[in-house]
C-alpha cells in the first residue's frame, strides 16, 4: 500500500523560504513521477511542479508562477521528495499535497493523473 506523508509546511512571513519534504513508502520509490499541488480555499487543485527520473537523468517541471522561486528535488535512496520554496508571496498559501504515479511516462500537470496522494501540508504566507 502507498503512503506518502507531507511534512514542513507551517507560517512564514512574505520574501522567507520553506521546505516541504514528502516520504514514500509502498513501492519502489524510483520508477515514480511525483508532484507538487496545491490548494487554497475556494481555489481548484493546482500543479506546482513535478520530477521523474529517466535512466540517471532527473527531469522538473513547475509551473510559471513558482519558476525562480521554487525547486524540485528528489532522493531516490531514501524515498523522499522535496520542495524547496524561496521569496515566498501571500498567494502562495495554500494546503500543498505530494502527488505520485506509477503509470505516467511523462510528468503530468493534471491532478487527475495522480494516483497517490499525502494529506496535505499547510503553507501560510504573511504579508
Known amino acids: 500500500q502507498v503512503q506518502l506523508v507531507e511534512s514542513g509546511g507551517g507560517l512564514v512571513q512574505a520574501g522567507g523560504s520553506l521546505r516541504l519534504s514528502c516520504a514514500a513508502s509502498?513501492?519502489?520509490?524510483?520508477?515514480?513521477?511525483m508532484g507538487w499541488f496545491r490548494q487554497a480555499p475556494g481555489k481548484e487543485r493546482e500543479f506546482v511542479a513535478g520530477i521523474r527520473r529517466i535512466s540517471n537523468t532527473y527531469y522538473a517541471d513547475y509551473a510559471d508562477f513558482v519558476k525562480g522561486r521554487f525547486t524540485i528535488s528528489r532522493d531516490d535512496a531514501k524515498n523522499t521528495v522535496n520542495l524547496q520554496m524561496n521569496s515566498l508571496k501571500p498567494e502562495d498559501t495554500a494546503v500543498y499535497y505530494c502527488a505520485a504515479d506509477w503509470s505516467l511516462r511523462l510528468i503530468a500537470r493534471s491532478a487527475r493523473d495522480y494516483d497517490y496522494w499525502g494529506q496535505g501540508t499547510q503553507v501560510t504566507v504573511s504579508s
Open positions: 509502498g513501492r519502489t520509490f524510483s520508477n515514480s513521477v
